[in-house]
C-alpha cells in the first residue's frame, strides 16, 4: 500500500512537495507515478520515475515546474511542484508497480498499487 501526503491550500505562484511512502515495503524495485484528478475530469498521469537509472516522464503541463524524484533516506518518491496554477487543482495519487529497469510508465492502467490521494488547491 502507498500513502500520499503533503498536499494543502496554496496561494498561484506557491510551491509543494508530495510524498509517496510505502507501507511496510521500500520503492527501489518500484516504478512510480504521480497522477491527478480535478473536479469533473477524469485522472491524467502527471509525472512517472522508473525504478532504476531514474528516468522520467512528465505531462506537459507540468514540464519545467515540477519535478519527481527519490528521496532514498526516506523511501518516498517525492514531486516538488513550483509555479503552481489554479488548474494544477485536483486530488493528487501515487501509484507503483514492480519493475526493474530503466523503463516508465504513463498509463494508470499500468500500476496495481495506489494511494488514497492528497487534495491541492491552489488559490489566492
Known amino acids: 500500500q502507498l500513502a500520499e501526503s503533503g498536499g494543502g491550500l496554496v496561494q498561484p505562484g506557491g510551491s509543494l512537495i508530495l510524498s509517496c511512502a510505502p507501507t511496510g515495503d521500500t520503492l527501489d524495485d518500484y516504478a512510480v507515478a504521480w497522477f491527478r484528478q480535478a473536479p469533473g475530469k477524469g485522472r491524467e498521469p502527471v509525472a512517472c520515475i522508473s525504478s532504476s537509472a531514474d528516468n522520467t516522464n512528465y505531462a506537459d503541463s507540468v514540464k519545467g515546474r515540477f519535478t519527481i524524484f527519490r528521496d532514498h533516506a526516506k523511501n518516498t518518491v517525492d514531486l516538488r511542484m513550483n509555479s503552481l496554477k489554479p488548474e494544477d487543482t485536483a486530488i493528487y495519487y501515487c501509484?507503483?508497480?514492480?519493475?526493474?529497469?530503466?523503463?516508465?510508465?504513463?498509463?494508470?492502467?499500468?500500476?496495481?498499487?495506489w494511494g488514497q490521494g492528497t487534495q491541492v488547491t491552489v488559490s489566492s
Open positions: 501509484a507503483a508497480r514492480i519493475a526493474y529497469g530503466t523503463n516508465w510508465f504513463f498509463d494508470e492502467d499500468d500500476y496495481n498499487y
